[in-house]
């Protein structure tokens, strides 16, 4: 597996494992991040409070599903 730049400062935020794995769902069903990031906002997939929320975490868990790799 190849080691990918990821920032240690992304700790500060929650890991919403729920999300994550619904997320890796998503993908596995061939989903893109576009898809998601389209139902994020259209359908609050992720329960967040506010569409500004619902943004923050797709974005922050997007990033940790990509430092991962495909391997994953």
């Not at 994020?40 to 619902?54: G, K, Q, V």
Request: one cysteine or more; charged letters at 30%; proline letters at 1%.
């Amino acid at each position: 597996m190849e080691r990918k730049e990821y920032s240690a400062g992304a700790v500060k935020h929650s890991f919403w494992f729920m999300v994550f794995r619904n997320e890796v769902k998503l993908l596995s069903e061939r989903k893109s991040f576009e898809d998601i990031r389209e139902l994020c906002r259209n359908e609050n997939i992720f329960a967040a409070s506010t569409p500004e929320r619902a943004t923050q975490i797709f974005n922050m868990v997007s990033l940790r599903i990509k430092a991962v790799g495909d391997s994953f």
